[in-house]
């Protein structure tokens, strides 16, 4: 895992800004993915549903659930097609290093998204800035502020404080959990290498692995999605 990122250094109105390129690529191939099984699920809607359709109306029946299961859906309902999109965003993006990784020219270039700090702590900000601008839309901009200052006015520094710990464990929750994994594949598959016994002896606990990579990439998407409708209710609800 010792491998470089490809990074590029432009310099835009006077600031040097960096771009992960392989970041840039990857996140650009789970976007693709995601619309296309949007688009085949979509494409032929029948009243009995079969094949895609039935999966994708699984999935908006599941994170129906979570959904309710955090706030009315009256309130809760303008927020479903954001849990859809993130619940199969980031399980794409989870799945995407789990079976390879390419490396060209020693630059890491494919490899799962949410494997990197920046694009999970990225997600958790968007998460958490989209609760804050619903709070205001939704209860206004004076009722939104005093909700810092409850039920105490001295709760005013640990609201702040929760707030930069809720986007940091949010992202690095995630983050962790998918590094870890692809760490431990890139070192059973080097061990693959090591001769036929080494073959022998790593080729059952790497599918192993990968198995329990896969559930834990579902497990991941779930919890993102649950704690983006706790951090919404609790912004948007007139009971916090």
Avoid at 22 to 49: D, E, G, W
Avoid at 216 to 240: P, R
Wanted: charged share 10%.
């Amino acid at each position: 895992m010792d491998h470089k990122s490809p990074l590029i250094h432009p310099e835009i109105f006077g600031v040097t800004l960096t771009f992960n390129l392989a970041n840039m690529l990857m996140i650009t191939i789970a976007s693709v993915i995601v619309f296309l099984i949007a688009l085949l699920a979509t494409r032929q809607l029948a009243m009995k549903p079969t094949g895609m359709q039935n999966f994708f109306e699984w999935i908006m029946d599941f994170v129906k659930g979570i959904v309710k299961s955090n706030m009315d859906w009256k309130t809760g309902g303008r927020f479903h097609i954001l849990g859809i999109t993130l619940i199969m965003y980031i399980f794409v993006s989870n799945m995407l290093g789990l079976p390879f990784a390419i490396v060209y020219n020693d630059y890491l270039w494919w490899k799962s998204p949410t494997a990197d700090p920046a694009v999970t702590l990225a997600l958790a900000v968007m998460v958490v800035g989209l609760s804050h601008y619903y709070a205001i839309r939704m209860k206004g901009f004076s009722e939104y502020g005093k909700d810092f200052f409850r039920p105490m006015w001295f709760m005013f520094p640990l609201k702040i404080i929760e707030e930069f710990a809720n986007t940091l464990t949010l992202g690095l929750r995630l983050y962790g959990n998918i590094f870890a994994g692809e760490i431990l594949l890139t070192l059973l598959a080097g061990s693959l290498a090591t001769g036929v016994g080494g073959h022998l002896a790593a080729i059952i606990p790497t599918i192993a692995w990968m198995g329990f990579s896969v559930f834990v990439g579902a497990i991941q998407a779930f919890i993102f999605v649950m704690l983006t409708m706790v951090y919404i209710s609790h912004k948007v609800s007139h009971d916090h």
